[in-house]
C-alpha cells in the first residue's frame, strides 16, 4: 500500500528534530557562498556569540557538520586516552548509548546505576566519585535531559557530587534536548564539557552539533591521546573559524542567525523557558488525567525531575504504544515519538519543545485521546479539558 498523502499541516510532536520555524526554513534558503567572505564572518561571529549566550558560557566552543553523535564523540576524543575511566550517571537510553560509544573508543566504564522512572540518586554519585582515591575516573558524563525517558537529571547537583568527592575529575553534559528549552548554565554549573546539537530547542536542521568547552577542559586537551582528525580542537584552532575542519556549513548559520533572532529578541530565553514548562505542565495535566481507568501514564515517577521539553508515557499493561502512534501517524497525520530500547512498545513520547504554542499542543492531546478512543485503548476521557483547565491557570 502506498502511503496516504493526507490534507492539511502534520502535527510534528516528536521530541528532536522539531518543528522549523518558517523564517528559519527561509533564512536557510541562502545562495552558497565562500565561507572566508567577510559578509558570512559577520553572520558566523555573531552565530558564535549567541550560541555561547544560550549554553551561558564564556569560554570555548567548537562546532562540527555532525548530529548529536559527532559532539558526543568530539568531546571523548579529544578530552580522554585510551583505557581512561569514565563515570557515566545512567538516565536511560542516551546515557546507555554514550557510554556504549565510549567503550568502543577504548575506554573504560564505570556506571552509576539509577531506576529509569525515578533517575539516580546524586548520593550515590558522590559514592562513587569518593570511594576512586587514586582519581582513575578522568570524567563525569550527565544527560542533563534524557529525552527517551522524558527526566532532567540536576546537573548543578552532579556538580556539587563531585566537589564534594573533592574530585578532580572533569564534568561532561549533554545539553541535546534541554539548550534552547529549558535553564542550561554551563559556566554556574561548573560543566567542562556541554555537548548540543542543531535540531530540537535551537529549531534547524539536523545535522549540526557542539561542544562548550572550559579552560580547565582544554588543559586536558593537550595531554589527550585518543586519535583524532576531523574533531581535533587543537586542528581547529589553527582554522580561520576556530571550528570545522573542513568547508563550513554556511546555510546553518544563516538559519542560526534568525533562530537566535527568535529566541533572544522575539521572545525572550526567558520567556521560552517559560513557554516550555506552561506547554509540558499541560501535557502532563493530560496524561494524569488519563491515567484514570487504568489508562497510560507518565514514565517519569519523580515530579522535581519532570522534563519540560519531553513527556514519555507509559502505556497500560499488554496494550502497544506504537499501534497507538501508527493510528494518530497514518489517520490523523500526528506524528508522535516512540519509546527507545527497552521502553519500545510499551512508551510513546510527546516531545514539547521548539516552535510551538498551544492550540499545537492542544491539537496533539485531543489527537492522542482520539486515537486511544479510536484503539480502544482504556483511559479516563478528558485530558484535554484538564489540559485547558493547566492552560488557563
Ligand atoms: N543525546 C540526547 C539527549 C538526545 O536526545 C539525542 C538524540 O535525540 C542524542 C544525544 C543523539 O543525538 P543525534 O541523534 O543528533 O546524533
Same mark, same amino acid.
Given at each position: 500500500q502506498?502511503a496516504?498523502?493526507?490534507?492539511?499541516?502534520?502535527?510534528?510532536?516528536?521530541?528532536?528534530p522539531?518543528?522549523i520555524?518558517?523564517?528559519?526554513l527561509?533564512a536557510?534558503?541562502?545562495q552558497?557562498?565562500?565561507f572566508?567572505d567577510p559578509?558570512? %564572518?559577520?553572520?558566523?561571529?555573531?552565530?558564535?556569540?549567541?550560541l555561547k549566550? %544560550?549554553?551561558?558560557?564564556?569560554q570555548? %566552543?567548537f562546532?562540527y557538520?555532525?548530529?548529536?553523535?559527532?559532539?558526543?564523540?568530539?568531546?571523548?576524543v579529544n578530552?580522554?586516552? *585510551?583505557?581512561?575511566t569514565?563515570?557515566?550517571?545512567?538516565?536511560?537510553?542516551? &546515557?546507555?548509548?554514550?557510554?556504549?560509544m565510549a567503550?568502543?573508543?577504548?575506554?573504560?566504564v564505570?556506571?552509576?546505576?539509577?531506576?529509569?522512572?525515578?533517575?539516580v540518586?546524586?548520593a @550515590?554519585v558522590?559514592a562513587?566519585?569518593?570511594?576512586?582515591?587514586?582519581?582513575?575516573?578522568?570524567?563525569?558524563?550527565?544527560?542533563?535531559n534524557?529525552?527517551a525517558?522524558?527526566?532532567?537529571?540536576?546537573?548543578?547537583?552532579?556538580?556539587?557530587?563531585?566537589?564534594?568527592?573533592?574530585?578532580?575529575?572533569l564534568?561532561?553534559?549533554?545539553t541535546? &534536548?534541554s539548550?534552547g528549552?529549558?535553564?542550561?548554565?554551563?559556566?554556574?554549573?561548573?560543566?567542562?564539557?556541554?555537548?548540543?546539537?542543531s535540531?530540537k530547542?535551537?529549531?534547524?536542521?539536523?545535522g549540526m552539533?557542539?561542544?562548550?568547552?572550559s579552560?580547565?577542559?582544554?588543559?586536558v586537551?593537550?595531554? &589527550?591521546k585518543?586519535?583524532?582528525?576531523?574533531?581535533?580542537?587543537?586542528?581547529?584552532? @589553527?582554522?580561520?573559524?576556530k571550528s570545522?575542519v573542513?568547508?563550513v556549513?554556511?546555510?546553518?548559520?544563516?538559519?542560526?542567525?534568525?533562530?537566535?533572532?527568535?529566541?533572544e529578541?522575539?521572545?525572550?530565553?526567558?520567556?521560552v523557558?517559560?513557554?516550555h514548562s506552561r506547554?509540558a505542565?499541560a501535557?502532563?495535566?493530560?496524561?494524569?488525567?488519563?491515567s484514570?481507568?487504568?489508562?497510560?501514564?507518565?514514565?517519569c515517577l519523580?515530579?522535581s525531575?519532570?522534563?519540560d521539553?519531553?513527556?514519555?508515557?507509559?502505556?497500560?499493561?499488554?496494550v502497544?504504544?506504537?499501534a497507538?502512534?501508527?493510528?494518530?501517524l497514518?489517520?490523523?497525520?500526528?506524528?508522535l515519538?516512540?519509546?527507545?530500547g527497552?521502553?519500545?512498545g510499551?512508551?510513546?513520547? %510527546?516531545?514539547?519543545l521548539?516552535?510551538?504554542?498551544e492550540?499545537m499542543?492542544?491539537?496533539?492531546? @485531543?489527537t492522542?485521546e482520539?486515537?486511544?478512543?479510536?484503539?480502544?485503548?482504556?483511559?479516563?476521557?478528558?485530558?484535554v479539558? *484538564?489540559?485547558?483547565? &493547566?492552560l488557563?491557570?
Amino acid at each position: 500500500q502506498p502511503a496516504r498523502k493526507p490534507r492539511g499541516r502534520q502535527f510534528f510532536a516528536n521530541p528532536g528534530p522539531t518543528n522549523i520555524p518558517d523564517s528559519v526554513l527561509l533564512a536557510g534558503a541562502h545562495q552558497t557562498m565562500d565561507f572566508n567572505d567577510p559578509n558570512f %564572518i559577520e553572520v558566523y561571529d555573531g552565530c558564535i556569540a549567541g550560541l555561547k549566550r %544560550i549554553l551561558k558560557t564564556e569560554q570555548n %566552543i567548537f562546532l562540527y557538520t555532525g548530529s548529536g553523535h559527532a559532539a558526543w564523540e568530539a568531546c571523548l576524543v579529544n578530552l580522554l586516552s *585510551a583505557g581512561d575511566t569514565i563515570l557515566i550517571i545512567e538516565s536511560g537510553y542516551f &546515557s546507555i548509548s554514550w557510554a556504549k560509544m565510549a567503550e568502543d573508543l577504548g575506554m573504560e566504564v564505570r556506571t552509576v546505576e539509577a531506576d529509569w522512572r525515578r533517575g539516580v540518586d546524586i548520593a @550515590a554519585v558522590k559514592a562513587a566519585l569518593a570511594a576512586d582515591t587514586g582519581h582513575a575516573i578522568k570524567a563525569v558524563c550527565v544527560v542533563h535531559n534524557e529525552t527517551a525517558t522524558g527526566m532532567m537529571i540536576p546537573v548543578p547537583e552532579v556538580r556539587a557530587a563531585i566537589d564534594a568527592a573533592g574530585h578532580p575529575a572533569l564534568l561532561m553534559a549533554d545539553t541535546i &534536548s534541554s539548550l534552547g528549552s529549558l535553564d542550561f548554565r554551563m559556566d554556574e554549573w561548573g560543566v567542562d564539557a556541554a555537548v548540543g546539537g542543531s535540531q530540537k530547542g535551537l529549531m534547524l536542521h539536523t545535522g549540526m552539533s557542539f561542544n562548550g568547552v572550559s579552560n580547565k577542559a582544554m588543559e586536558v586537551h593537550k595531554t &589527550s591521546k585518543l586519535p583524532k582528525h576531523y574533531f581535533n580542537w587543537t586542528n581547529m584552532l @589553527a582554522r580561520p573559524h576556530k571550528s570545522f575542519v573542513g568547508t563550513v556549513p554556511i546555510s546553518f548559520f544563516y538559519m542560526l542567525q534568525e533562530a537566535l533572532r527568535l529566541i533572544e529578541q522575539e521572545e525572550g530565553l526567558e520567556n521560552v523557558f517559560l513557554r516550555h514548562s506552561r506547554l509540558a505542565r499541560a501535557v502532563r495535566a493530560a496524561v494524569q488525567h488519563w491515567s484514570g481507568n487504568n489508562g497510560p501514564q507518565l514514565f517519569c515517577l519523580n515530579p522535581s525531575r519532570y522534563s519540560d521539553s519531553v513527556t514519555a508515557i507509559m502505556m497500560p499493561e499488554g496494550v502497544n504504544a506504537d499501534a497507538l502512534r501508527a493510528i494518530a501517524l497514518q489517520k490523523y497525520n500526528v506524528s508522535l515519538g516512540g519509546g527507545l530500547g527497552p521502553l519500545g512498545g510499551k512508551v510513546f513520547r %510527546i516531545g514539547h519543545l521548539g516552535d510551538l504554542n498551544e492550540p499545537m499542543i492542544l491539537g496533539t492531546l @485531543a489527537t492522542v485521546e482520539l486515537a486511544m478512543k479510536v484503539a480502544g485503548v482504556p483511559h479516563a476521557p478528558g485530558g484535554v479539558a *484538564a489540559a485547558i483547565a &493547566s492552560l488557563a491557570e
